[in-house]
């Protein structure tokens, strides 16, 4: 017996019996494959690798004056942490100056002269002369 083309038609358009008593299959809306809850779970496992990554990155270029004045120093909570300033009794800048003979432009800038000049000023300074 041959079916017409119209009767075969509907039978592959008609949709096939559904017991009210079996499972309501469904789709979940999925972005390539990837569904809200999957999203969900990579997004939290990513996020706790980014705060690791993060305080690590925090501590390890902490020491870098650069980082340290540029970036750390303006997190309200952390500027106080990160702030290396000197006080001025144990600032030795002055003496280091005076030894690489940058305070003293007169004197030339070979160490040797420089660490003459200072042997005789400190000679003349505990004489008294």
Known sequence: MVFSQTLRRAA???????????PKYTVPAHFHGVT???????????????VAAGTFALFFFGEIPRVRRD???KVPFLDQ???????????????????????????SKTRASVD???VSWV???????
């Open 12 to 22: 592959a358009q008609a949709s096939p019996y559904r017991s009210p008593f079996a």
């Open 36 to 50: 809200a809850g999957t999203a969900t779970k990579y997004g939290q496992i990513a996020g706790a690798f980014g």
């Open 71 to 73: 970036i750390l120093q």
């Open 81 to 107: 942490y990160f702030d290396r300033t000197i006080a001025p009794e144990d600032n030795v800048t002055l003496l280091n100056g005076c030894r690489m003979g940058y305070a003293f432009p007169a004197i």
């Open 116 to 118: 003459m000049f200072l």
């Open 123 to 129: 000679v003349k300074e505990k004489s008294g002369v």
